[in-house]
């Protein structure tokens, strides 16, 4: 029996199962999952405004190439004047630029340069449990925002009109980055 070994006080206090009632190391992970949940409502409106934020960028290459395919143009690769079943009368022009088919290239380039911000920024903001009727006004207002300024830009709007539907979204995405800061520093 010497090979057995009694446990002693020491070696209980430190066993896993001691140590997790001591310390309840699943709770800031449940927590965590039940802000991330479907089921609560900030997380809910947080995942219909990040979705119709995706399915927009998204969108806008389906819009290039139906543009492209609609004027027979706008084509940017040498290999794009290749006759295929998509394009059975190649022409040389086809590659020059073409101001329809580079108006819905710039207006994704905007949506590349500010939604991949508000993705991440609506996340973390979420995170801070804020009251849910401000999350909405804000998720939903800077999707509401985002559309708008595409009707402007597609409708070929003056910059001002677009830059009036920008900077509200902007302000918005100000807001919710500042709000998280804050609740991340009172912490």
């Not at 992970?29 to 960028?57: Q, R, W």
């Not at 949506?111 to 804020?130: H, I, K, R, S, Y």
Request: charged share 15%; aromatic share 10%.
């Amino acid at each position: 029996m010497a090979d057995h070994v009694q446990p002693t006080a020491q070696s209980n206090a430190l066993s896993p199962s001691v140590i997790s009632a001591r310390i309840n190391l699943d709770a800031p992970v449940e927590g965590m999952m039940d802000k991330l949940s479907l089921h609560n409502p900030l997380f809910n409106t947080y995942v219909v405004a990040a979705t119709l934020m995706i399915l927009k960028v998204v969108g806008m290459s389906w819009l290039t190439v139906m543009r492209m395919m609609q004027v027979k143009g706008g084509f940017r690769s040498p290999e794009d004047l290749k006759k295929t079943a998509l394009n059975p009368h190649p022409n040389p022009t086809q590659t020059q630029p073409n101001e329809s088919v580079d108006r819905i290239r710039r207006m994704q380039l905007n949506d590349l340069e500010n939604v991949p911000f508000f993705l991440v920024a609506g996340f973390l903001f979420v995170l801070t449990d804020p009251p849910l009727l401000l999350a909405q006004w804000l998720l939903y207002g800077y999707v509401i925002s985002r559309f708008a300024h595409f009707a402007a830009y597609f409708t070929a709007r003056t910059h001002d009109t677009r830059a009036a539907l920008w900077t509200i979204g902007s302000l918005m995405l100000v807001f919710i980055t500042c709000w998280t800061l804050v609740a991340v520093l009172r912490v």
